[in-house]
């Protein structure tokens, strides 16, 4: 069945507190995509943001980020008023996550409605804590202790006892830290709670959701702590070596990404049940499910620890067809998509072939001056995903500010146009392939440029935090998106 949907982070939806979230305008939003003809959402990881405010370096890989908890729907059950949190500065740019302000504000009133909640409300929580006994309890230690030792990562905790989670010290922490630990209770089943609503709510538009599953997880998470044999560390809890990708032809130091690489020996011998858990958690949250960086399963770039760049990392081999065989047993139906991009190589192709999940083509790349790549479409085939370009790439106007004369000149000959309508040429030539799935960044749809960019990789500042405006997904945006796609059969 051809679909065409939208990239855009619930982090960049309008809201009147500082970040996109769980409420009117997510669900606004929804209604939008279902009158512009459009049945898929593509949203970014889900996660709790750690370093560099990215969703990619979570403190955990199950629970949900704090900051989409709508504070509207909390408002409306009578546990915050609206003129308290008007007292509190949620940043001057309607346009920019301020996350230094959010960091310092959202947990305060946060706190506040965990206080009023009703024993009714506190019950739910702890069923919902017993629900998701797999995970929950763990994370909510964690980040318990994180508060407790000055917000430090696990392995630089003072107490050796609970760094190593010793059981003694595992029992004092949970009594001690009692209340932190159910105040993340508390929020995780808000968010849960919240997301399952709106998660509904767009598929009764038919709308699907579509997610993302960071391959790697962060040092500074509750499932490194947890799972410390899962991991390449030492006896300190210091990683061997660390995750990245290789310099190329856009990066000549790499980029350094410093998560732990998995210890897949250690996962192939219990069938990678840690793996297939987070799979099934996946597929709770979503209709569909992006596998990041899927060339590492096939082989990865492992950089040594200390390395300031990935320059003098080496490939490493990967799980491969096993980790795919034992997903698609344990997981049969889960919708996936391989995130094929970057250096690959004809045991990548064979991977992906062999998993049969659509692989992604991303338009941006495709006018190189030599006219032959395959991410131009009339290369495609239907079990694919095209794209403008993904949260990594710049919005397409941006690219073409900064394309040279020869990418310029040929895909102006390849879409039949001058060099200006290029940005509407290539959301055409997008619906318009065989790809089963067609998916624009909003940003393009609104013919923004470089300051709309959500992502720039290599780089750990000023990231993950463009937002759209109130009235940009305007009604004749819809009326156009609509048409482009009744054109093109989607």
């Known amino acids: 069945m051809r679909r065409s949907g939208i990239l855009l982070p619930v982090s960049s939806l309008p809201s009147r507190w500082g970040i996109g979230a769980f409420d009117k305008s997510a669900y606004e ?62 940043g001057s740019d309607p ?10 504000n959202r947990y305060i009133v946060l706190r506040r409605a965990f206080e009023r909640a009703s024993q009714e409300l506190l019950s739910a929580t702890s069923k919902f804590a017993l629900k998701h006994a797999d995970w929950l309890p763990d994370y909510a230690l964690y980040m318990a202790l994180k508060s407790n030792f000055g917000l430090r990562s696990w392995n630089e905790w003072p107490d050796e006892g609970i760094k190593l989670r010793k059981p003694d010290s595992v029992r004092h922490y949970r009594a001690e830290l009692e209340q932190e630990i159910h105040f993340n209770y508390f929020i995780q089943y808000l968010f849960f709670t919240q997301w399952s609503e709106l998660k509904s709510y767009a598929n009764s538009k038919g709308i699907r959701i579509f997610g993302d599953i960071p391959i790697y ?7 490194v702590w947890a799972h410390r044999e899962l991991f390449l560390l030492d006896e300190d809890g210091i990683p061997t070596c660390v995750a990245g990708v290789p310099p190329d032809a856009f990066t000549q130091d790499g980029q350094l990404w410093g998560n732990p690489i998995y210890d897949y020996d250690r996962m192939e011998r219990d069938g990678f049940s840690w793996w297939i858990s987070r799979l099934r958690a996946a597929k709770g949250l979503y209709d569909i499910a992006r596998i990041d960086h899927f060339r ?21 081999i990967g799980p491969g067809k096993r980790f795919v065989a034992a997903i698609k047993v344990a997981v049969p139906d889960m919708d996936i998509v391989a995130e094929d991009l970057g250096y690959l190589t004809d045991s990548v192709r064979e991977l992906l072939r062999f998993s049969e999940y659509p692989g992604m083509k991303i338009l941006q ?33 941006a690219w073409l500010e900064l394309a040279n004369d020869a990418t310029v000149s040929f895909a102006m000959r390849y879409l039949d146009c001058s060099k200006e309508e290029i940005p509407h040429r290539m959301l055409r030539a997008g619906m318009a392939s065989v790809a089963d799935l067609f998916v624009a960044q909003m940003q393009d749809y609104l013919d923004l440029g470089a300051e709309a960019r959500t992502n720039t990789p290599s780089t750990s500042e000023g990231n993950w935090a463009w937002r759209m405006k109130v009235d940009a997904f305007s009604d004749e945006l819809i009326c156009h998106i609509a048409e482009l796609t009744r054109t093109y059969g989607r």
């Open 95 to 104: 346009e920019r996550v301020d996350y230094g302000l959010l960091y310092h």
């Open 29 to 90: 939003f929804i209604d939008r995509l279902a009158r512009a003809n459009q049945s898929v959402w593509q949203i970014l990881p889900l996660g709790q943001t750690g370093y560099g405010d990215s969703p990619y370096q979570s403190f955990s890989a199950y629970a949900g980020n704090p900051y989409f908890v709508s504070l509207d729907a909390l408002i409306d059950e009578g546990l915050l008023c609206e003129d308290e949190l008007q007292e509190f500065d949620w």
């Open 296 to 316: 590492g399963l096939d082989s990865y770039w492992s950089v040594p620890y200390g390395e300031t760049t990935a320059q003098n990392g080496s490939w490493a």
């Open 365 to 397: 790349f495709a006018f190189g001056p030599e006219g032959d790549s395959e991410y131009l479409p009339h290369c495609y085939t239907q079990n694919c995903v095209c794209y403008t370009g993904t949260h990594d790439n710049e919005p397409v106007a």
């Open 217 to 223: 997880v962060s040092l500074d998470s509750a499932d």
